[in-house]
């Protein structure tokens, strides 16, 4: 960033947003025309440009359809950027604050669990330090349930007053019950959001209201929660998973995929033109961090995009949504927390850190089920509860009910100056036959379509025609077909 003048804090940067240095923050959206202005909805950042002027990025196109969210500080708006990763705006530049160290340091279960407890207590302190009631989003998982443990452990302490746990679900899933159960114990206020095919359907248009950079499977009741929060400040715990128990998407740390496939082109959706000009850009912002960041193996540069970019692009704006409104920080993102936890030895990194530090915080929250599989961390058989796994039913909802809402979005706008018209038409013939009652990464794809629809006409943003060639037709005859294939095989490793 250049020719920025800027006072202590930068006008439009938020006066509590201070975590720079903290591997999970936010990011407002600035325009590199003029950098002096910062925005944590992107709305009023599109305004900064003059309406002849707003274009769709293709590269940033490109990374959604291939990794689900963009890569590096990359939009959908031509010259709109997000602030970088853990970096403080400065006059005429940006102050980059480091990343701590990955280690292999091997320490008994106990000693790390409690340093992990000291200094998650003091991260949410530090938080929570200069207001009132406080929120905290609840699920029945782990993460969440450790952010628990350190509120109401600081609320005994008398260093919190108000508390009340926000939690979205359909009525009997394990998540609403086991985060029903905590606030019970701790007799905290409890806010449960239903989820619905309507509360889908309008998150579709949230979502591209948002920027459509992620798909609107992602926001869940998070704009209700925004709307209707009646609280000083909200805790969350979605770093939990990755720095406490190395975990990404499922995959531990030791077992990442590399941030840009071979084949970015996901069922041959995009037109090849886009694909063929704009793959170096992607390799570059996927990795051109790695000039100003050296580590001694390849598990640590993965980890860091999965920061960089998974948690950073998919997750947080998400949560920053609600932070336009209500401070909104993550827990197990301080430096000290990340430090502790990057230096193990990665391959001790797991569950049972997460299980000896609910063990030493109040009211045994490792006898209850982790909704994800009905475990206990304190035990090793299930228990029997009679409750669903899964918070949502999206899937069967956007194959029967929202069909031909997220088909007509996609249709409506001008989707098909860069899509391959025939492979999308076809892929809609294909997506109804999918038989998981998980969603797939065809109900992303589509939903996010829909969303990027929206996006497109809600501000007005111009589309620049992608000429089709050979491989473009290729692609409308082998594309739907992969898909099929994929959704064929997807429902019998599921189902």
Same mark, same amino acid.
């Given at each position: 960033?250049?020719?920025?003048?800027?006072?202590?804090?930068?006008?439009?940067?938020?006066?509590?947003?201070d975590?720079?240095?903290?591997?999970?923050s936010?990011?407002?959206?600035?325009?590199?025309?003029?950098?002096?202005?910062?925005f944590?909805?992107?709305?009023?950042?599109?305004?900064?440009?003059p309406?002849e002027?707003r274009?769709?990025?293709?590269?940033?196109?490109?990374?959604?359809?291939?990794r689900?969210?963009?890569?590096g500080?990359?939009?959908?708006?031509?010259?709109? *950027?997000?602030?970088?990763?853990?970096?403080?705006?400065?006059?005429?530049?940006?102050?980059?604050?480091?990343?701590?160290?990955?280690?292999?340091?091997?320490?008994?279960?106990?000693?790390?669990a409690?340093?992990?407890?000291?200094?998650l207590?003091?991260?949410?302190?530090?938080?929570?330090k200069?207001?009132?009631?406080?929120g905290?989003?609840?699920?029945?998982?782990?993460?969440?349930?450790?952010v628990?443990?350190?509120?109401?452990?600081?609320q005994?302490?008398d260093?919190?007053?108000?508390?009340?746990a926000?939690?979205?679900?359909?009525d009997? #899933?394990?998540?609403?019950?086991?985060?029903?159960?905590?606030?019970?114990?701790?007799?905290?206020?409890?806010k449960?959001?239903p989820?619905?095919?309507?509360l889908?359907?309008?998150?579709?248009?949230?979502?591209g209201?948002?920027g459509?950079?992620?798909?609107?499977?992602?926001?869940?009741?998070?704009?209700?929660?925004?709307?209707?929060?009646?609280?000083?400040?909200?805790?969350?715990?979605s770093?939990?998973?990755?720095?406490?128990?190395?975990?990404?998407?499922?995959?531990?740390?030791?077992?990442?995929?590399?941030?840009?496939?071979? *084949?970015?082109?996901?069922?041959?959706?995009l037109?090849?033109g886009i694909?063929s000009t704009?793959?170096?850009?992607?390799?570059?912002?996927?990795?051109?961090?790695?000039t100003?960041?050296?580590?001694s193996?390849?598990?640590?540069?993965?980890?860091?995009?999965?920061q960089l970019?998974?948690? *950073?692009?998919?997750?947080?704006? #998400?949560?920053?949504?609600?932070?336009?409104?209500?401070?909104?920080?993550?827990?197990?993102?301080?430096?000290?927390v990340?430090?502790?936890?990057l230096?193990?030895?990665?391959?001790?990194?797991?569950?049972?850190? #997460?299980?000896a530090v609910l063990?030493?915080?109040?009211?045994?929250?490792?006898?209850l089920?982790?909704?994800?599989?009905?475990?206990?961390p304190?035990?090793?058989?299930?228990?029997?509860?009679?409750?669903?796994?899964?918070?949502?039913?999206?899937?069967r909802?956007?194959?029967?009910d929202?069909?031909?809402?997220v088909?007509?979005?996609?249709?409506?706008?001008?989707?098909?100056?860069?899509?391959?018209?025939s492979?999308?038409?076809?892929?809609?013939q294909?997506?109804?036959r999918?038989?998981?009652?998980s969603?797939?990464?065809?109900?992303?794809?589509?939903?996010?379509?829909?969303?990027?629809?929206?996006?497109?006409?809600?501000?007005?943003?111009?589309?620049?025609?992608?000429e089709?060639?050979?491989?473009?037709?290729?692609?409308?005859?082998?594309?739907?077909p992969?898909?099929?294939?994929?959704?064929?095989?997807?429902?019998?490793?599921r189902?």
């Open positions: 960033m250049s020719n920025r003048s800027t006072s202590q804090t930068p006008s439009g940067w938020p006066t509590w947003l975590t720079y240095d903290h591997i999970g936010h990011y407002p959206y600035y325009n590199t025309e003029s950098p002096d202005e910062f944590l909805n992107i709305g009023n950042a599109i305004e900064t440009i309406p002027e274009e769709l990025d293709l590269a940033g196109v490109l990374e959604v359809l291939f689900r969210w963009p890569l500080n990359r939009t959908l708006v031509t010259g709109l *950027r997000r602030s970088p990763w853990m970096a403080e705006p400065n006059e005429n530049d940006w102050i980059f604050h480091e990343i701590p160290n990955h280690g292999d340091r091997s320490l008994p279960e106990g000693e790390v409690s340093k992990l407890v000291t200094r207590r003091h991260e949410a302190k530090s938080y929570t200069r207001y009132g009631s406080v905290l989003l609840l699920s029945g998982g782990l993460d969440s349930r450790i628990a443990g350190i509120v109401r452990q600081l005994l302490e260093e919190i007053d108000d508390v009340t926000f939690t979205w679900g359909v009997d #899933c394990r998540d609403v019950y086991y985060a029903r159960e905590i606030t019970d114990k701790f007799n905290w206020d409890f449960h959001f989820l619905n095919a309507e889908l359907k309008e998150n579709i248009k949230h979502a209201e948002l459509a950079e992620f798909s609107p499977l992602h926001l869940h009741a998070l704009p209700e929660i925004r709307d209707q929060a009646n609280v000083d400040v909200m805790l969350a715990g770093y939990g998973n990755s720095i406490g128990r190395a975990e990404y998407s499922g995959n531990h740390v030791t077992d990442l995929y590399k941030m840009v496939p071979h *084949r970015l082109n996901k069922f041959g959706v037109r090849n694909v704009y793959r170096e850009t992607v390799l570059g912002d996927a990795y051109k961090y790695r100003r960041i050296s580590r193996e390849s598990y640590q540069f993965r980890e860091i995009e999965q970019h998974y948690m *950073r692009r998919l997750l947080q704006p #998400c949560m920053t949504h609600i932070a336009e409104r209500v401070p909104l920080y993550q827990l197990f993102t301080a430096p000290d990340v430090e502790l936890m230096g193990l030895d990665p391959e001790t990194r797991g569950k049972p850190h #997460c299980t063990k030493k915080l109040p009211g045994d929250l490792e006898q089920p982790n909704a994800k599989t009905g475990i206990p304190a035990r090793n058989e299930p228990v029997n509860d009679s409750l669903r796994k899964e918070h949502h039913e999206y899937a909802w956007l194959r029967n929202l069909t031909d809402d088909i007509r979005h996609i249709r409506s706008g001008p989707l098909y100056r860069v899509f391959n018209e492979a999308l038409e076809r892929l809609f294909v997506w109804p999918a038989n998981t009652q969603t797939n990464a065809i109900d992303e794809l589509l939903t996010w379509l829909a969303s990027l629809s929206i996006f497109l006409q809600t501000y007005n943003i111009s589309v620049p025609l992608i089709r060639d050979v491989i473009d037709l290729a692609n409308r005859v082998i594309g739907p992969s898909a099929q294939l994929y959704q064929i095989v997807r429902g019998v490793v189902e």
